[in-house]
């Protein structure tokens, strides 16, 4: 038996969310954010360290700070929030490296929609008549329904738990998990150019699917109202053209080839042509 205080696993969770235009807020509330999720952090970890392993000779533990989709792209009205989730995931890149030289891993867990009190405690309609006045009034109202409605979709809480407790029960876990319904939403705003983002604007996205490809992945059409969003992609050279699957937009591919627009900027390989040189 070991008889040396030691602690297995730290889980860093604590975080508020309060939304507005940075117009409109205070710098108080902004700092809030940061001390709560990442001087919170900073300082959990730190008084936690000797007893994960870094000053006596126990098994190494485990760190795991929740951050979430905000941990990664930005959202109207959510500046303190995304701006601390940020930080979160910045520091937490840091630390994984510094740590390794005692063996003690750390883990990044970002949730997506799951249906958590983080909302309700937000007082989000009691904003929203804060800044009524404001030009922001129809903007942050339709922004504030549209993360409410995720929430009410989304998953139980207990499924999160289930899953962070088996990350914590790997020996060898991935440096961050991405959980929760919305994932592919959440795909395309990290991958879009950010100027279609700003054009898609929280609005509704319609996937087709009409078949599926030899590795049994789906085919796909997506729409933001009448814009083909595969279309405008492989036009801007954010997206190729496999003559298999998306033949129709080969002429979209050879215009961004002809005016070098994203991957074409430089020297790009079709995949197929690179997995046979390699």
């Not at 303190?80 to 990044?108: D, P």
């Not at 009034?137 to 809480?157: H, M, P, R, Y």
């Not at 801007?236 to 998306?246: C, E, I, L």
Request: charged share 25%.
């Amino acid at each position: 038996i070991n008889k040396q205080p030691k602690i297995d696993i730290l889980i860093n969770n604590a975080g508020i969310a309060k939304l507005g235009p940075v117009e409109h807020i205070s710098s108080e509330e902004f700092d809030l954010h940061l001390k709560t999720m990442v001087l919170g952090t900073f300082n959990c970890v730190q008084i936690f360290l000797p007893l994960l392993g870094a000053k006596n000779k126990c098994s190494p533990g485990k760190v795991i700070n929740i951050s979430s989709g905000g941990g990664s792209i930005g959202q109207p009205f959510m500046a303190s929030y995304c701006s601390s989730k940020h930080a979160l995931e910045g520091f937490s890149e840091s630390i994984r490296r510094e740590l390794l030289i005692y063996g003690i891993k750390v883990i990044i867990v970002a949730p997506r929609a799951f249906k958590t009190e983080i909302w309700d405690k937000s007082n989000i309609d009691g904003r929203a008549v804060d800044f009524k006045k404001t030009v922001y009034n129809q903007a942050f109202n339709k922004f504030t329904n549209f993360i409410k409605g995720l929430s009410e979709q989304g998953q139980d809480v207990q499924v999160l738990a289930q899953k962070i407790y088996k990350i914590s029960s790997l020996k060898n876990p991935k440096v961050k998990y991405s959980m929760g319904p919305s994932g592919l939403q959440f795909y395309l705003i990290r991958t879009l150019p950010k100027k279609l983002i700003d054009k898609i604007n929280n609005s509704k996205i319609k996937c087709i699917s009409s078949s599926k490809d030899r590795y049994k992945r789906f085919l796909a059409t997506c729409f933001k109202d009448k814009i083909n969003l595969n279309k405008w992609m492989v036009r801007n050279g954010n997206a190729v053209a496999y003559k298999r699957y998306s033949k129709d937009y080969v002429r979209d591919e050879a215009y961004a080839k002809e005016n070098k627009l994203g991957v074409w900027e430089g020297s790009f390989m079709m995949p197929e042509k690179w997995r046979k040189l390699n």
